[in-house]
């Protein structure tokens, strides 16, 4: 018997098929993700995933963990942030990008909270300082205001005044998002970041996006051996040939 599926069906599955799963621990996952040519997921095209097909695929109120990555300064030098944006605007891993998702497997020997040691490297890993001053509210569910004022949601969510052009999208999908959530959730507060604390040496971590029902929080403080890690592998189209 033949039958025709509706076109929105059809769309639903081409994604389906240019994104593959890999649950298990970070520093297991990662390596297989990248040797199948993949690009990890971005917080940006999660935050687009949920609001254009969360009805279709309901595992997207799932929690995910990111290629945007978190490397904390020593604190014996600063208390700085340095948001590491790995994936490019077309879903490319980039050269710097890869060298740091590299750090992220199985040889590598943690810090006893379980993130990748980089104070020999961390002045040399390209990214985006967020001071502490600049940070902004942490540790609770924000107002919506308070979101769209979030210096580090504005930068995972590749606001083009925050980022490098090679990564810059939609300058409106946080406040996009941040009103999706909030007609998901039914609550005036959401979207809290919760970060992880500096400690005696720099140290790397990726961050995850929560639950939809733990009002989508973003967080830095996850352990990379977690057996509940879960990653999501992009297949990126080939870029166009440049010869005649």
Same mark, same amino acid.
């Given at each position: 018997?033949?039958?025709?599926?509706?076109?929105? #069906?059809?769309?639903?599955?081409?994604?389906?098929?240019?994104?593959?799963?890999?649950?298990?621990?970070?520093?297991? #996952?990662?390596?297989?993700?990248?040797?199948?040519?993949?690009?990890?997921?971005?917080?940006?095209?999660?935050?687009?995933?949920?609001?254009?097909?969360?009805?279709?695929?309901?595992?997207?109120?799932?929690?995910?963990?990111?290629?945007?990555?978190?490397?904390?300064?020593?604190?014996?030098?600063?208390?700085?942030?340095?948001?590491?944006?790995?994936?490019? /605007?077309?879903?490319?891993?980039?050269?710097?990008?890869?060298?740091?998702?590299?750090?992220?497997?199985?040889?590598? /020997?943690?810090?006893?909270?379980?993130?990748?040691?980089?104070?020999?490297?961390?002045?040399?890993?390209?990214?985006?300082?967020?001071?502490?001053?600049?940070?902004?509210?942490?540790?609770?569910?924000?107002?919506?205001?308070?979101?769209?004022?979030?210096?580090?949601?504005?930068?995972?969510?590749?606001?083009?005044?925050?980022?490098?052009?090679?990564?810059?999208?939609?300058?409106?999908?946080?406040?996009?998002?941040?009103?999706?959530?909030?007609?998901?959730?039914? #609550?005036?507060?959401?979207?809290?970041?919760?970060?992880?604390?500096?400690?005696?040496?720099?140290?790397?971590?990726?961050?995850?996006?929560?639950?939809?029902?733990?009002?989508?929080?973003?967080?830095?403080?996850?352990?990379?051996?977690?057996?509940?890690?879960?990653?999501?592998?992009?297949?990126?189209?080939?870029?166009?040939?440049?010869?005649?």
């Amino acid at each position: 018997m033949k039958y025709s599926l509706p076109n929105e #069906q059809i769309e639903v599955r081409k994604v389906v098929e240019m994104y593959k799963p890999f649950h298990g621990k970070n520093t297991e #996952q990662m390596p297989l993700l990248l040797s199948e040519g993949r690009s990890p997921l971005w917080t940006a095209r999660f935050m687009r995933r949920r609001i254009d097909h969360s009805n279709a695929l309901p595992d997207l109120v799932s929690y995910l963990d990111t290629s945007d990555l978190i490397a904390y300064d020593s604190r014996k030098r600063s208390n700085d942030v340095k948001i590491i944006l790995t994936v490019d /605007k077309n879903g490319r891993v980039t050269p710097n990008g890869r060298k740091v998702l590299d750090l992220i497997n199985s040889n590598t /020997k943690l810090t006893p909270d379980y993130a990748v040691p980089i104070s020999e490297v961390y002045d040399a890993l390209d990214g985006i300082v967020v001071p502490k001053v600049e940070i902004g509210v942490i540790e609770r569910d924000l107002k919506e205001k308070e979101i769209l004022d979030s210096r580090i949601w504005r930068i995972v969510a590749r606001n083009p005044d925050e980022v490098p052009t090679e990564f810059a999208e939609d300058k409106g999908l946080l406040k996009e998002y941040a009103c999706w959530v909030k007609t998901q959730t039914k #609550q005036d507060e959401n979207m809290g970041v919760y970060l992880d604390s500096n400690s005696d040496i720099a140290k790397l971590k990726a961050a995850y996006v929560n639950w939809l029902e733990c009002r989508s929080q973003l967080c830095g403080e996850g352990s990379l051996v977690s057996v509940n890690g879960r990653f999501v592998g992009f297949l990126a189209p080939e870029a166009p040939s440049t010869t005649d």
